[in-house]
């Protein structure tokens, strides 16, 4: 992780702690629309310029399809007084909310010369915020979520992003995903710790997935050549970049298990954004996102679903996944395990949505992207 990368994840941590602060100041008082937007939108305004961001910010923007309440960039913000949103999206005041946000959103395409797809906004009453966006030609609009941490971290990496998106290529994902980077190194640490302890305490399950394994590989692979004196040394060096001292062959073949575990995640994962970025609204299949603001129970129950395939049959897409010795993680659950899996959420979370609609040549191959070993120079 570059230590800009860092520096922006910290500000947006920081950041999403201010309006948390702020909102429990001004919501005891009931305040207005005027008044919540008036609290909000200068952090938000402080935020852009401390990320860097540069954007064309307007506040009451007018529009052909109306006013928007605060526009930065290609990110529009319908502030709503608190309590008019509601848990679902068919209530009157949260119908309309999202209805204000499509009309803001399209009549800024016009004015600015955006593609729709090159858009976003929320509407936001400072206790429930609803995501919206154009893809694929057609409107997303998410479930209504609480507004907390999580849900506004979400809320600015997307206002972030809007400034300078990640395109869901093979070679920006290489640049994120491979061993060089912290979340990376964090997740295959922890990894390697829930094997060691699960296999070490006798697990029934995990060890049975291991062993299967083994046997799987040992078909394709000579682990005891793979794992030879010249070869563990040079392995020895590699996974000590992810502060993983490695002694003896049989440590190197659990490490390799959990690398496999990793990319097996990794792609599924991968899948499940594309699908849910493409066809969630349409066909009401579980949302990638919602993982973001989910705790870990639930987190740890979606990927349960997401390794028997439920995830992607859902889509209509069958046989995809029916579980398989790489969902061994699940029974060595821990809270160390479930916060690193949620920071590759997170990075996924932020790659420009649009992508696939907009550079489709640009998305293939993408499985393969973690394990190039050249890296480019700039995205």
């Given at each position: 992780m570059s230590p800009e990368t860092q520096n922006r994840e910290l500000i947006i941590a920081q950041t999403a702690e201010k309006i948390l602060c702020e909102l429990?100041?001004?919501?005891?008082?009931?305040?207005?629309?005027?008044?919540?937007?008036?609290?909000?939108?200068?952090?938000?305004?402080?935020?852009?310029?401390?990320?860097?961001?540069?954007?064309?910010?307007?506040?009451?923007?007018?529009?052909?399809?109306?006013?928007?309440?605060?526009?930065?960039?290609?990110?529009?913000?319908?502030?709503?007084?608190?309590?008019?949103?509601k848990n679902s999206l068919s209530s009157s005041g949260t119908k309309h909310a999202v209805q204000q946000v499509k009309d803001y959103i399209k009549g800024l395409a016009k004015k600015e010369r955006h593609k729709l797809e090159r858009l976003a906004g929320v509407a936001f009453d400072g206790k429930l915020l609803v995501f919206i966006r154009y893809i694929n030609g057609q409107w997303v609009v998410e479930e209504p979520v609480e507004v907390n941490k999580r849900s506004l971290e979400r809320f600015l990496t997307w206002l972030a992003g809007l400034s300078s998106g990640i395109a869901l290529t093979a070679d920006n994902l290489n640049i994120d995903f491979s061993i060089k980077q912290l979340r990376t190194q964090k997740i295959l640490r922890e990894l390697f710790s829930a094997l060691n302890r699960s296999l070490d305490n006798g697990d029934p399950l995990v060890s049975k997935l291991f062993e299967q394994w083994q046997m799987f590989f040992s078909e394709a692979i000579d682990y005891s050549e793979a794992f030879g004196d010249r070869k563990l040394e040079t392995l020895k060096e590699e996974v000590r970049k992810a502060s993983i001292e490695i002694q003896d062959a049989k440590e190197a073949e659990r490490f390799f298990f959990v690398l496999h575990t990793y990319f097996a995640l990794l792609v599924k994962l991968l899948a499940w954004l594309a699908?849910?970025?493409?066809?969630?609204?349409?066909?009401?299949?579980?949302?990638?996102?919602?993982?973001?603001?989910?705790?870990?129970?639930?987190?740890?129950?979606?990927?349960?679903?997401?390794?028997?395939?439920?995830?992607?049959?859902?889509?209509?897409?069958?046989?995809?996944?029916?579980?398989?010795?790489?969902?061994?993680?699940?029974?060595?659950?821990?809270?160390?395990?479930?916060?690193?899996?949620?920071?590759?959420?997170?990075?996924?979370?932020?790659?420009?949505?649009?992508?696939?609609?907009?550079?489709?040549?640009?998305?293939?191959?993408?499985?393969?992207?973690?394990?190039?070993?050249?890296?480019?120079?700039?995205?």
């Open positions: 429990k100041r001004i919501l005891p008082s009931n305040p207005s629309e005027t008044e919540l937007r008036e609290r909000i939108d200068p952090i938000l305004e402080e935020f852009c310029a401390k990320i860097g961001s540069v954007p064309i910010t307007h506040f009451e923007y007018t529009l052909a399809t109306g006013r928007a309440d605060a526009v930065f960039n290609r990110f529009v913000i319908e502030y709503e007084r608190p309590g008019v949103l699908l849910s970025r493409h066809l969630g609204v349409k066909l009401g299949a579980p949302s990638f996102s919602k993982l973001l603001s989910a705790d870990d129970e639930i987190l740890r129950q979606s990927l349960k679903e997401m390794e028997s395939g439920g995830i992607f049959r859902a889509y209509g897409i069958l046989n995809l996944l029916e579980g398989d010795f790489f969902e061994w993680y699940l029974h060595a659950w821990s809270p160390e395990v479930s916060d690193a899996i949620r920071e590759i959420i997170r990075r996924l979370d932020e790659y420009d949505p649009t992508t696939l609609t907009l550079i489709p040549e640009e998305t293939r191959d993408l499985s393969l992207s973690a394990a190039k070993k050249d890296s480019p120079q700039s995205r």
